[in-house]
């Protein structure tokens, strides 16, 4: 290890609060020349942290190396929203056009994920502020309330029993949450906050001690069969791991894998007991409302409001960017909804404004595998719902490295592979103008302008992407 790395999480003037609450983040040095492994895992966020820390857990004696172009948990690992949640995009439906049953799987999978996440945090040592309070879904019109019972009703054909999802009225919802203009929520026990730049460092710690070699500021800048190549370096590995996400536009040959898309957070300095007593969360359930372009929000182990959502960003052919991560609209809407949420609250402060990129597949579809020939494999495409499912893709990628004929390697995940994106500007449509009217379409929800709703929602859909 080594505290030289030109940028880090303490002084990259673009990081998120999260980064700001580890005063401590190891840091370590760049590749230095060429090396010789038998895995080698390209990112050095969740999926490329927890897939190391398993293989070295299984296989002690085999050599794995992490290569992150930037600090560990520069990118989305370290911005989220801190959500372990028991569930993963798409519907389960969907995943049953896969794999029959396999819906149901995913679903029970994600379950377990959330604990196994913290059953790991237990037997290394890790620190990350994790508590399972559960996942709050209100509804801040009639017709949400409307959609979350549809939902649910869904869910009972499917299988998913209301131990698992449950609806609650107004007054049931006020027992968690305590908000203005709510219909009621959707509740779920599956799902857990945690401070995700902790999770981060702590694994790195974790995989560092098993004997994992981590390289920052070692971006790959192309890969083959058996090969990466770091600038004027190479690692020769008999396993590469593909762990970039929304970064994998930058690599060649990827360039329309997925849309890379910004959302932006805020998050207010401590708030008082009194606050509390009112506003309600005292088992810090994660909340968000359930809207076409959702709010994701929780109460810190500190007391803090960290909300994101409401908007995300895609700038024109993929443009990576991060001039607009501390100062985008996007944070005025946030501080906006907070007073709208807590209108008797006066004393909101924001600490500090960040955004994080993540990769958006063009069927919102994860996907993990490996292909033996090359020695490739890949996680990624969890868009927003990463730090469980990252976990359970680093799992995959094990048991597929592995050879282990386990339950996961039978997934609707395995060697799925989502279509490319379009060409601009087809792509910037997609990618860029549809969330805009998707945020329309819920601002026309808030005004009770249904009709005109009904029509922008068959205007989306055209495209294809919901």
Sequence with gaps: MSNTSTLTSQNDPTSSWWHKTVSTAPSFLPLDGNRQCDVAIIGGGFSGLWSALYIKRAQPELSVVVLEKDYLGYGASGRNGGWCMGASTPEVADYDAIQPGGGLRMEHTMYDTVDEVARMCGEFGIDCDYHKGGILYYAPSERSMNTINE???????AGITDRDFYTLNPNEMARHLR???????????????????????????AAAELGVEIFEHSGATGFGPHCVEVGAHRVDASVIIKCTEGYSVQLPGYERSVAPVYSYMIATEPLSDAFWDRAGLDDRPAFADYTMMPLYAQRTKDNRIAIGGLAVQYYWNSRITHKTLNEHPAHRLLEK???????????????????????????????????????????????????A?????????????????????????????????EPEPVRMIGAGGIPKLMRLADVLDEKGMHRSRTLLDRLIGQFGII
């Excluded at 939902?151 to 054909?157: C, E, H």
């Excluded at 039978?410 to 989502?418: A, F, I, R, T, Y």
């Design 151 to 157: 939902t649910v009703a869904g869910y009972r054909d």
């Design 179 to 205: 908000i203005e203009g709510t219909h009621g929520a959707l509740y779920t026990p599956h799902g857990a906050v945690i401070n995700p730049y902790k999770l981060v460092v702590g694994i790195a710690r």
């Design 337 to 387: 909804k907070l007073h709208q949420l807590f209108p008797w609250c006066s004393e909101f402060k924001v600490a500090r404004r960040w955004g994080g990129l993540m990769g958006l597949p063009r069927d919102f579809m994860p996907s993990v595998g490996y292909d033996e020939s090359t020695g490739f494999a890949w996680a990624g495409g969890y868009f927003g719902e990463g730090v």
């Design 389 to 421: 499912a990252t976990n359970l893709g680093a799992r995959i990628v094990r048991d597929l490295v592995l050879k282990q004929d386990t339950p996961l390697v039978h997934l609707p995940w395995v060697n799925h592979q989502s279509p490319r994106w």
